[in-house]
């Protein structure tokens, strides 16, 4: 894939145009977003994500289109099982409602950087080590363990606005002068001649850092669908750049989602399998079959790759959300039932005594 300077200029001319949208439009004035809001602007991402892929398809052809398409759809899965993560973060931080914007746009545009490192890394690594896929492979096979290990996590649902010191916080605050509590929406505050950082700082540092172990995963998983670092960028700076809004959407529904976990090891078990099959397809390592390459099993083309990301996000969704309704309808039953009893032990009481 030839990607001319143009190419990468305007692709970083997309994803400054959609951090400054965010930042003028939305986090300069802190607000707590509403759901039409939330669910317009999340659309409004895939649309860009979307039309990105209709012009790479035109453009370098329909290979690299579906390349495209399947690390996007895969690193926006992934991603949902970030916002996990971020919930748990935010919470634990107390950050005010109408102030979390700011702190995940801050935090993403921190991943963006550390992600465009990973690539560049990972581009430069199977360039010039084939082996490598078998690690990246290995991974992530024990990934897709753990995550169906994992199960279901239920991040906090909801946190307080009174913001109370976290161990976290009081450890930094022993080192760093630190305000003690939110001071606005502002990351430095100075007062009385003393810089003081807030506790809104140490949030989008963590929630930036903490991105880190999501590449972990998330670049290897990706490189097994396209080696174009061009792509692998364009496809994580799309799902990241949506997650400020996908945060906001589903915050209440996370919990809903009782499969993702089960439906992320099928993606990565899949992928892991496909990263060792390709290893072994290139094989130059001289203790696997004498250094020659292996090709019993053939290697899946994008095609069948992206069809089963697809089915199986469909499949966990669904099921997903056929359960959660079951369970919901079965505790609503067991709730009416609960409150019925006190009434009905009542009325005997009363039945009795009257024959009395």
């Known amino acids: 894939m030839d990607v ?26 802190p607000h707590e977003p509403t759901l039409k809001e939330a669910a317009g602007w999340t659309i409004g991402y895939i649309a860009m994500a979307v039309v990105f892929g209709g012009i790479v398809w ?4 329909g290979t690299y289109g579906q390349e495209y398409f399947a690390g996007y759809i895969t690193e926006k899965a992934l991603s949902i099982d970030n916002l996990f993560v971020f ?3 935010i919470a634990a931080f107390r950050v005010p409602r109408r102030y979390q914007q700011e702190v995940l746009l801050a935090g993403i545009i921190i991943s963006l950087v550390l992600r465009f490192a990973f690539i560049m890394a990972g ?19 024990w990934t897709a363990l753990s995550q169906a290990r994992e199960g279901v996590e239920e991040p906090d649902a909801h946190q307080e606005e009174e913001y109370r010191p976290t161990g976290f916080v009081r450890l930094v605050a ?6 003690d509590g939110f001071v606005g929406g502002r990351l430095i505050h100075r007062h009385a001649g003393r810089t003081m950082i807030t506790p809104m700082l140490l949030c989008v540092i963590a929630i930036g850092t903490a991105d880190v172990m999501f590449a ?8 097994s ?6 792509l692998v960028f364009a496809a994580n700076a799309f799902s990241l750049l949506g997650l400020r809004q996908l945060y906001f959407l589903i915050d209440g529904l996370l919990d809903r989602l009782i499969f993702l976990h089960y439906g992320l090891a099928a993606i990565l078990g899949f992928i892991g399998f496909k990263l060792v099959n390709h290893a072994l397809h290139t094989n130059e390592v001289p203790f696997i079959n004498g250094g020659e390459p292996w090709e019993v099993i053939p290697e899946p083309d994008i095609g069948v790759s992206l069809g089963f990301i697809v089915v199986v996000i469909l499949i966990t969704v669904s099921a997903s959300v056929l359960v959660s309704r079951r369970r919901a309808r079965r505790e609503g039953l067991e709730a ?21």
């Open 336 to 356: 009416a039932e609960a409150a019925l009893e006190p009434a009905t032990a009542r009325d005997a009481a009363v039945t009795a005594q009257s024959g009395a």
């Open 174 to 179: 022993k080192v760093v002068p630190m305000t």
């Open 225 to 230: 669908l396209t080696s174009e670092p061009y």
């Open 87 to 89: 919930v748990i973060m």
């Open 216 to 223: 972990v995963d998330s670049i290897p998983a990706i490189y």
């Open 58 to 61: 035109a453009i370098w052809g």
């Open 123 to 141: 581009a430069a690594l199977i360039e010039n080590f084939s082996w490598i896929f078998y690690l990246f492979g290995a991974w992530l096979l």
């Open 4 to 29: 001319h300077a143009l190419g990468w200029l305007a692709l970083a001319a997309i994803i400054f145009t959609m951090i400054t949208i965010d930042i003028v439009g939305h986090v300069r004035t």
